[in-house]
T-cell receptor, first 110, second 115 residues
Framework: KQEVTQIPAALSVPEGENLVLNCSFTDSAIYNLQWFRQDPGKGLTSLLLIQSSQREQTSGRLNASLDKSSGRSTLYIAASQPGDSATYLCAVLGASKLTFGTGTRLQVTL | NAGVTQTPKFRILKIGQSMTLQCTQDMNHNYMYWYRQDPGMGLKLIYYSVGAGITDKGEVPNGYNVSRSTTEDFPLRLELAAPSQTSVYFC??????????????FGDGTRLSIL
């Protein structure tokens, strides 16, 4: 059974800092890995999708990497802003099903 | 662009009542999913469908039923509401279940409380 773990569970950083969120998974037989953002009381917004054959994806200040063999992914956020405050979820796709981590709650302070 | 639409957004039920959570998508996606999210937890898959007329159980199907009579709609039914079903429910859709380049698209969720 696939298990996805995200560390840390919560993170508070001052504005402008670069930061890294971590995601690990136990079964490397995945089709892709997705990073989502969830604002309080809202749904999930897809940030980045990395296919199993890819190593990284970039969108603006966000960069996600994937090391399938070691079961790890990182989400790098450059020059953090207060608007980045949210919960970040990673999820891996295997056998038509997404398995989610429990998320990292990020707060960016002024 | 509507995407995935869920109704209602909020609902309070009494124990033992029944209700249907509605989900519709306008992207002609074959795959649709229902998840629940409990506080501080990730999303858990309840049921999914790979096309009209086909449904299958996910990780936590007990206490729920689904149907998929059309490509667009995938309602989730609670027959006898229990306090353990208090959660936020998310519907999602995707073009393919295993296409590595196709993300899942999520609705805004239904917040359900059972008292």
């Amino acid at each position: 059974k696939q298990e996805v773990t995200q560390i840390p569970a919560a993170l508070s950083v001052p504005e402008g800092e670069n930061l890294v969120l971590n995601c690990s998974f136990t079964d490397s037989a995945i089709y892709n890995l997705q990073w989502f953002r969830q604002d309080p009381g809202k749904g999930l917004t897809s940030l980045l999708l990395i296919q199993s054959s890819q190593r990284e994806q970039t969108s603006g200040r966000l960069n996600a990497s994937l090391d399938k063999s070691s079961g790890r992914s990182t989400l790098y956020i450059a020059a953090s802003q207060p608007g980045d405050s949210a919960t970040y979820l990673c999820a891996v796709l295997g056998a038509s099903k997404l398995t989610f981590g429990t998320g990292t709650r990020l707060q960016v302070t002024l | 662009n509507a995407g995935v639409t869920q109704t209602p957004k909020f609902r309070i039920l009494k124990i033992g009542q029944s209700m249907t959570l509605q989900c519709t998508q306008d992207m002609n996606h074959n795959y649709m999913y229902w998840y629940r999210q409990d506080p501080g937890m990730g999303l858990k898959l309840i049921y999914y469908s790979v096309g009209a007329g086909i449904t299958d159980k996910g990780e936590v199907p007990n206490g729920y039923n689904v149907s998929r009579s059309t490509t667009e709609d995938f309602p989730l039914r609670l027959e006898l509401a229990a306090p353990s079903q208090t959660s936020v429910y998310f519907c999602a859709s995707s073009y393919s279940g295993t296409d590595s380049n196709q993300p899942q698209h999520f609705g805004d969720g239904t917040r359900l409380s059972i008292l």
